[in-house]
């Protein structure tokens, strides 16, 4: 499996910061979740810069499994696998 990084971690730079214990826990989880505290402090910093920036580099770094997801629901919709709104709701008594 190929992993795509986002463009803004091809040029890393090292930055020395002071903060507190409360926020070296919170760090250190967010370390542990994502597997890489560099890339989680990363995406955390550039969500601020918008939803619509953060929404387009998501969908870019995840582009090949969207579409997989995408096609095969068109699939699905084409061969008569899909169940209305209303079905949905009558299975189960909404």
Same mark, same amino acid.
Request: hydrophobic residues 40%; aromatic residues 6%.
């Given at each position: 499996?190929?992993?795509?990084? #986002?463009?803004?971690?091809?040029?890393?730079?090292?930055?020395?910061? !002071? @903060?507190?214990?409360? +926020?070296? %826990?919170?760090?250190?989880?967010?370390?542990?979740?994502?597997?890489?505290?560099?890339?989680?402090?990363?995406?955390?910093?550039?969500?601020?810069?918008? #939803?619509?920036?953060?929404?387009?580099?998501?969908?870019?770094?995840? !582009? @090949?499994?969207?579409? +997989?997801? %995408?096609?095969?629901?068109?699939?699905?919709?084409?061969?008569?696998?899909?169940?209305?709104?209303?079905?949905?709701?009558?299975?189960?008594?909404?």
């Amino acid at each position: 499996m190929v992993t795509i990084l #986002p463009c803004y971690l091809c040029a890393m730079v090292r930055r020395e910061i !002071e @903060i507190d214990e409360d +926020t070296d %826990r919170i760090l250190t989880q967010l370390a542990s979740e994502y597997g890489d505290l560099s890339l989680a402090l990363a995406e955390l910093v550039h969500a601020q810069e918008g #939803p619509e920036d953060f929404a387009n580099r998501s969908e870019e770094a995840h !582009e @090949i499994a969207l579409r +997989t997801a %995408r096609d095969s629901s068109k699939a699905d919709f084409r061969e008569g696998r899909t169940l209305s709104w209303n079905d949905v709701k009558a299975r189960n008594r909404l």
